[in-house]
C-alpha cells in the first residue's frame, strides 16, 4: 500500500525543481564553458547537438576532463585496490580469521564492481562534481551482472534531505517509449493511451514517468517482500496520475555527493563555479586576440579612389590595373597597434590559473617524472592535498562508502560472500579509503609516526651510550605502530600476523630462550664440577708426591 498518492509525490518533485530555478541557470553556464556536452540543463536537447559555436577557448573542458581522470585514476583506479573493509569494533580485528575474511569480502566486491558499469558511470559523477557541485549515482541489483549502475543528469533528478541533512528522498523523470514502458511495467499496468500507442507500433512517442525513492514511515521489518522494505519505490505515470509500480529497498539506492557545501544547502558548489569569472574572460579574450590576430595578417586598406581600377584582388598573387595618371598613389595598410605577445601571455596567464583552480598540477606531479627527491615531492603533494583533501573527504563519504556499503549488502543476499569466522557474526563495519589520493590524505599520520620513531630511537641511543638500559622504549607501544602503519599503507593482512599468533611465537621464543638458558646453566655446573674434580685430583697427586 502507498504511502502517499500520485498526486502528492508529482507536486512534490515540481516544488523541488521550482525552488533551485535559479540554481539550474547557474550551473547551465558553468556547463556551457566546462562541460558543453552535458549543459542542457536548461534547454532542450537534439540528438546530435554540436559544440557551442561561441566559445573560442577549450582550457576548462580540457581541465575538467583532467581532473576527472585523475581522480579516477588516483581515487578509485579500477586496475588497484582503492577500499578497504574494517570492523567498527577494533578489537575484534585480530581475532584468528577476521582479516583475511574482510580482505576476501572485499575481493568479491571488487570482481563484483570490475565486471559492472560502476568505472563509466562514476567517472561521470566526477565530472558533475567539478562542474556542477552536485552528483547522483544510483545502484540497482542486475539479474545479469549483479548490480548495475546510472549516474542521473541533474536536470532528471531532485532530493532532499531529513532532520540530520542526509539524503534520503529521491524524485527522477524518465521519458519511455511505448515498447519501453511495456518491458518495464507490464502491458496490463498502463494507461489506455499507452497500450494503443504500443499495439499501433509507434514507438516514437515519449511518455513521461515519475520514479520516486522515499524512507517509509510504516512498515513491518520481519516481513521480507518489498512493500516492507525502509525505503519504498514507485513509479507514477504522470499524465494520468497513476501508480504503475511499486516496490521496496533495504538501503537508500542513491549515493549524492557534493563538491563542497554549505550547512544550510542540500546542493553543492563546485571550482567550475569558482573559476567561471576567469573561465568566461579567457574566452572573451580568446575571442578578441582571434580578431586582433586577423587584422594584422589581413589589415585594412585605403586605395586611392581613381587611381586603380575596379574590382581590387587582395588574393596571393593578385593583379591590380593602375592608372598612369597617378605615379604617385599606391595603396596602403592602416597600421595597427595591436600587441599580440603580451595579449598571449595574459592567455597562458587565465590558462594555468583555470588549471590549477581544477587541481591539474596535483595530478601532473603525482604523473611526472622530475628531478626531484621523493620527499619534495611527497612535500609538494601533500602541500595540495590541504586543498583537495576536503572534496576528497565528502566523496569518499557521501558517494564511495554508501556505493560500497550497498554492494556487500547485495552480493550477502546473493550468497556470494564467504562465511564469516566464529565470533564475527553480525558484526558492523567500515569502509576506508585506501588508495593514492586517501593515503595522501593521511600522509600526515605516517609522516608523525615516523618522526615519532625517530626521535624515541635516538633517546633509546643516548641512554645505551650513558651506560643506563634503553628503558624509554617501553613507553612505546611497536605492536600498535605496526597495527597503525599497516593501516595507513594497506599492507595485505597476509603479511600480519594477529595477536594470537603473535603470542604464540612469543612464548615459543621465550620457552626456548627459558630453555637455552637452563641449557646453559648446566653447562656452567657441569664445567664447575668438572673443575672441581680435577682440582681435587691435582690436589691428591700432589699430596702423594710428598
Not at 535559479?22 to 546530435?48: D, S, W
Not at 557521501?398 to 562465511?419: F, H, S
Amino acid at each position: 500500500m502507498a504511502q502517499f498518492t500520485p498526486e502528492y509525490h508529482i507536486k512534490r518533485q515540481r516544488t523541488l525543481k521550482n525552488n533551485r530555478a535559479a540554481l539550474e541557470q547557474y550551473v547551465q553556464e558553468c556547463a556551457y564553458y566546462c562541460m558543453p556536452r552535458k549543459a542542457f540543463i536548461t534547454r532542450f536537447h537534439n540528438i546530435g547537438d554540436r559544440m557551442p559555436d561561441d566559445l573560442y577557448d577549450s582550457t576548462a573542458i580540457n581541465a575538467v576532463d583532467y581532473a576527472a581522470a585523475g581522480i579516477q585514476g588516483y581515487l578509485t583506479n579500477p586496475s588497484m585496490r582503492w577500499f578497504g573493509l574494517m570492523l567498527q569494533n577494533r578489537t575484534m580485528m585480530n581475532l584468528p580469521g577476521a582479516r583475511d575474511y574482510l580482505r576476501d569480502c572485499e575481493d568479491v566486491i571488487y570482481d563484483v564492481l570490475n565486471h559492472s558499469n560502476f568505472y563509466q558511470e562514476n567517472n561521470e559523477c566526477y565530472r558533475d562534481l567539478l562542474v556542477i557541485g552536485t552528483h547522483c549515482l544510483y545502484q540497482e541489483e542486475d539479474l545479469e551482472d549483479d548490480v548495475r549502475f546510472l549516474s542521473v543528469p541533474f536536470e532528471r533528478v531532485v532530493f532532499a534531505a531529513d532532520a540530520s541533512g542526509r539524503c534520503r528522498t529521491a524524485y527522477i523523470e524518465y521519458e519511455y517509449t511505448a515498447e519501453q514502458a511495456v518491458q518495464k511495467f507490464g502491458l496490463e499496468k498502463l494507461s489506455k493511451e499507452v497500450q494503443d500507442t504500443y499495439t499501433k507500433l509507434d514507438f516514437d512517442k515519449k511518455f513521461l514517468y515519475l520514479f520516486c525513492v522515499y524512507p517509509r514511515a510504516v512498515y513491518n521489518p520481519s516481513k521480507q517482500d518489498k512493500q516492507n522494505m525502509p525505503y519504498a519505490a514507485e513509479w507514477i505515470d504522470v499524465k494520468e496520475l497513476k501508480q504503475v509500480k511499486e516496490g521496496g529497498y533495504k538501503q537508500f539506492p542513491f549515493a549524492v555527493s557534493r563538491w563542497a557545501k554549505t550547512s544550510n544547502d542540500i546542493h553543492g558548489s563546485s571550482p567550475a563555479m569558482n573559476e567561471l569569472p576567469n573561465i568566461k574572460t579567457l574566452n572573451a579574450m580568446c575571442r578578441t586576440n582571434l580578431i586582433a590576430g586577423e587584422e594584422m595578417a589581413d589589415p585594412a586598406k585605403i586605395i586611392p579612389d581613381e587611381a586603380f581600377l575596379r574590382p581590387y584582388d587582395f588574393d596571393a598573387g593578385g593583379i591590380n590595373i593602375k592608372n598612369t595618371g597617378y605615379p604617385n598613389e599606391k595603396i596602403e595598410v592602416i597600421p595597427t597597434s595591436q600587441n599580440i605577445p603580451f595579449a598571449l601571455q595574459y592567455e597562458d596567464a587565465r590558462r594555468r590559473m583555470i588549471q590549477q583552480a581544477f587541481f591539474n598540477d596535483l595530478f601532473i606531479i603525482l604523473n611526472q617524472q622530475t628531478d626531484m627527491t621523493a620527499e619534495e615531492i611527497r612535500a609538494r603533494v601533500a602541500e595540495r592535498m590541504l586543498l583537495l583533501g576536503p572534496a576528497i573527504g565528502m566523496i569518499i563519504q557521501d558517494n564511495l562508502r554508501p556505493t560500497i556499503e550497498r554492494n556487500y549488502y547485495i552480493c550477502d543476499r546473493l550468497g556470494k560472500l564467504p562465511r564469516p569466522p566464529k565470533g564475527l557474526e553480525g558484526q558492523a563495519f567500515n569502509v576506508i579509503a585506501t588508495s593514492p589520493l586517501a593515503r595522501a590524505q593521511r600522509e600526515v599520520e605516517l609522516r608523525g609516526l615516523q618522526m615519532s620513531v625517530s626521535i624515541i630511537t635516538q633517546f633509546a641511543q643516548a641512554q645505551i651510550a650513558a651506560g643506563m638500559p634503553p628503558e624509554v622504549l617501553d613507553k612505546f607501544n611497536f605492536d600498535e605502530a605496526a597495527d597503525f602503519a599497516a593501516e595507513i599503507t594497506n599492507l595485505n593482512p597476509k603479511l600480519i600476523r594477529d595477536d594470537a599468533e603473535v603470542e604464540e611465537i612469543r612464548a615459543n621464543r621465550a620457552a626456548t630462550q627459558a630453555m637455552a638458558q637452563n641449557m646453559e646453566m648446566l653447562k656452567q655446573g657441569a664445567d664447575a664440577v668438572k673443575t672441581g674434580t680435577e682440582a681435587d685430583r691435582n690436589l691428591a697427586a700432589a699430596g702423594a708426591g710428598k
